[in-house]
């Protein structure tokens, strides 16, 4: 059949600045929740999770904030580089499943 | 982290054909794993979910006929996509739940399949 296809959302930012990506989830009774980032061509990498009972967690140069309220999830990368450009998606788990956003493409510029 | 591979990581076929994924945890044994399958410029959308001595789950409108799943290890699932034809030309992707941790979902490095 037809397959529409969904153009992601592109953030640009400047090499070394921080980027903030963000992520609408949609079952309220999800308790897990992933950020990876996919680059051309290879599978999704994990990057940082965080579970329904925290609303912060730090990673390396990542942080993940998670608002239950709102079903909201951000992904904060500090002082970006060339090789974060890439595609990230949030997922959430769903009982055994997860669920996936659909994404957003990262964009470094020099 | 946990590994997971995929093989093979390209394959071009005839159309008619039918064409095996192999999906493997490398250092963990997963009693789960997912199927998904992702368009350019499109997420992920999930196929199928494999549970090691059972038949596959698959999510509506995945045909169990055409897709065939088995996992008859815990070290390893397959993906048969028989009777291929160009429309199933898609980048299809495995993971596998390390259910001996915090029942993370670690991704194979996804195979390329195109029908000719």
């Known amino acids: 059949g037809e397959n529409v296809g969904l153009h992601l959302p592109t953030l640009s930012v400047q090499e070394g600045d921080n980027s903030i990506i963000n992520c609408a989830y949609s079952n309220s009774a999800s308790d897990y929740f992933i950020w990876y980032k996919q680059e051309s061509g290879k599978g999704p990498q994990f990057i940082i999770d965080?579970?329904?009972?925290?609303d912060k967690r730090q990673g390396q140069r990542v942080t993940v904030l998670l608002n239950k309220t709102v079903k909201h999830l951000s992904l904060q990368i500090a002082a970006t580089q060339p090789g974060d450009s890439a595609v990230y998606f949030c997922a959430e788990r769903a009982g055994q499943n997860f669920v996936f956003g659909p994404g957003t493409r990262l964009s470094v510029l020099p | 982290g946990a590994v997971v591979s995929q093989h093979p990581s390209w394959v071009i076929c005839k159309s008619g054909t039918s064409v095996k994924i192999e999906c493997r945890s490398l250092?963990?044994?997963?009693?789960?794993m997912f199927w998904y399958r992702q368009f350019p410029k499109q997420s992920l959308m999930l196929m199928a979910t494999s549970n090691e001595g059972s038949k596959a789950t698959y999510e509506q409108g995945v045909e169990k006929d055409k897709f065939l799943i088995n996992h008859a290890s815990l070290t390893l699932s397959t993906l048969t996509v028989t009777s291929a034809h160009p429309e199933d030309s898609s980048f299809y992707i495995c993971?596998?739940?390390?259910?001996?941790?915090?029942?993370?979902?670690?991704f194979g490095p996804g195979t390329r399949l195109t029908v000719l």
């Open positions: 965080i579970r329904s009972n925290m």
């Open positions: 993971s596998a739940l390390n259910s001996g941790g915090y029942n993370e979902q670690f």
């Open positions: 250092d963990f044994q997963a009693t789960t």
